[in-house]
Nanobody
């Protein structure tokens, strides 16, 4: 089993920044791609970013490219999502998810293990 715990969410004004963190424990962290998804009220869960193993390959949804950076610290078993120039439309619950595979995907079904989520609210 793999456990994921997100942190770093909060309330920020438009144009501000937040850094989300995902701590991964349990079965091996290595050889797993990890992704971030988000879900706004009344909307479906949406892919945000993902990083493969060991951390060279990354993928982003078009709406966050240039504003968001995903990274991983394999020694600390953590994944970070640095979000800059935040917009009100970024408001959502953000989820970290780990795959059984080394490669990324934009599909939620690719990721087997999920955290509980952290709320990000961007005010205008």
């Amino acid at each position: 089993q793999v456990q994921l715990v997100e942190s770093g969410g909060g309330l920020v004004q438009a144009g501000g920044s937040l850094r989300l963190s995902c701590a991964v424990s349990g079965r091996t962290f290595s050889s797993r791609a990890v992704g971030w998804f988000r879900q706004a009220p009344g909307k479906e869960r949406e892919f945000v970013a993902a990083i493969g193993w060991p951390g060279v390959s990354t993928d982003y949804v078009d709406s966050v490219k240039g504003r968001v950076t995903i990274s991983r610290d394999n020694a600390k078993n953590t994944i970070a999502l640095q979000m800059n120039n935040l917009k009100p439309e970024d408001t959502a619950v953000y989820y970290c998810a780990a795959s059984e595979y080394t490669f990324t995907s934009t599909s939620a079904g690719h990721y087997k293990y999920w955290g509980q989520g952290t709320q990000v609210t961007v005010s205008s």
